[in-house]
């Protein structure tokens, strides 16, 4: 969706949004009522007639109901460092920013604009059930498959972890977690954080596993974590269940004056179209609304 700011760099932006993304770009008209919504309508429905672009309707919505205008006069206070009364043209003129009921939207917008809308909602629809996780295929040499490729770096990392002979109950443990790892096709996940902590090493970068993969005697033997499990006798169940349906957490910290490194070799070896940082979101609590109020 391409939403012109209504500036003489639109055109600009129109020819080269229409070179790259042609057949599947729209331009998005927000209407909120204010005194120049005409002439912003007209300069978007000519870009939209510059570039054969079908014009879709945009909400620009900030909040649920407008009786929460004024709390969001107060975020936008907080984002540009100063007070509500000081706020000027940055301050909301009305709360047609809120979600509006359809007999009102069906009042402001062209019929073919809302059913542009409703055309790339349908568009959009996914069930949450089909998200996957597509993990690297590429660390598997020739001549293994995910399992025993798996399977033989843990081998070898319980000689290292176990010098004086491998326990009898740590050898049923690792058997239990590995067919676990197995039956829920996690086998890609351990070998590529396995990957990035055994770059880490090599490059003398400093790293902890933590968390609930402390729990494992797998991660134990890949040198993902640094901890015997014995030692601290929690339950692997924490880690991976059947029941949660849901992937294991393993958090690894690296030293901050050499985590760039560890970026870059990630982006190196899997690609950037593979690869992200997660950003934090932090939501309001009392005590930190009060600081910033």
């Given at each position: 969706?391409?939403?012109p ?26 209407r ?30 900030l ?13 936008t206070a ?11 043209f ?11 009921p ?6 402001i917008?062209?019929?073919?604009w ?5 055309y ?21 040499p020739?001549?293994y ?6 399977r ?17 109950d ?22 590529t954080?396995h990957?990035?902590?055994m ?9 902890q596993?933590?968390g609930?993969?402390?729990?494992s ?6 040198e ?5 499990p014995?030692?601290?006798s929690v ?5 991976i269940?059947?029941?949660?349906k849901?992937?294991?957490?393993i ?22 179209e ?14 930190s609304?009060v600081?910033?109020?």
């Amino acid at each position: 969706l391409w939403l012109p700011n209504h500036q003489a760099s639109d055109h600009y932006w129109g020819r080269w949004l229409n070179q790259h993304h042609n057949n599947r770009l729209w331009v998005a008209i927000q209407r909120h009522l204010g005194g120049d919504d005409d002439a912003y309508t007209n300069h978007c429905e000519k870009l939209a007639h510059e570039w054969q672009l079908p014009i879709t309707a945009c909400g620009g919505v900030l909040m649920h109901t407008a009786e929460r205008l004024p709390l969001q006069h107060i975020l936008t206070a907080i984002k540009h460092g100063c007070s509500v009364d000081k706020l000027g043209f940055e301050r909301l003129s009305n709360a047609e920013r809120a979600l509006r009921p359809l007999n009102k939207l069906v009042r402001i917008y062209k019929p073919e604009w809302l059913e542009e809308s409703k055309y790339i909602a349908d568009l959009c629809e996914f069930k949450l059930s089909d998200l996957k996780y597509e993990y690297p295929t590429e660390l598997i040499p020739n001549g293994y498959t995910p399992n025993s490729y798996l399977r033989m770096l843990v081998e070898q990392g319980k000689e290292r972890r176990f010098p004086e002979g491998v326990p009898e109950d740590i050898n049923q443990t690792i058997e239990n977690e590995l067919r676990l790892i197995e039956d829920l096709k996690y086998h890609y996940y351990f070998l590529t954080i396995h990957d990035i902590v055994m770059f880490a090493k090599q490059q003398g970068i400093l790293y902890q596993g933590r968390g609930s993969a402390a729990n494992s005697v797998v991660c134990y033997c890949l040198e993902i974590t640094a901890v015997d499990p014995r030692q601290i006798s929690v339950l692997f169940e924490r880690f991976i269940s059947k029941e949660r349906k849901e992937p294991p957490d393993i958090d690894v910290d690296f030293e901050h004056e050499r985590r760039e490194e560890v970026i870059q070799y990630i982006y190196k070896k899997y690609g950037r179209e593979r690869a992200a940082l997660a950003a934090t979101v932090i939501s309001y609590r009392f005590k930190s609304a009060v600081r910033e109020v």
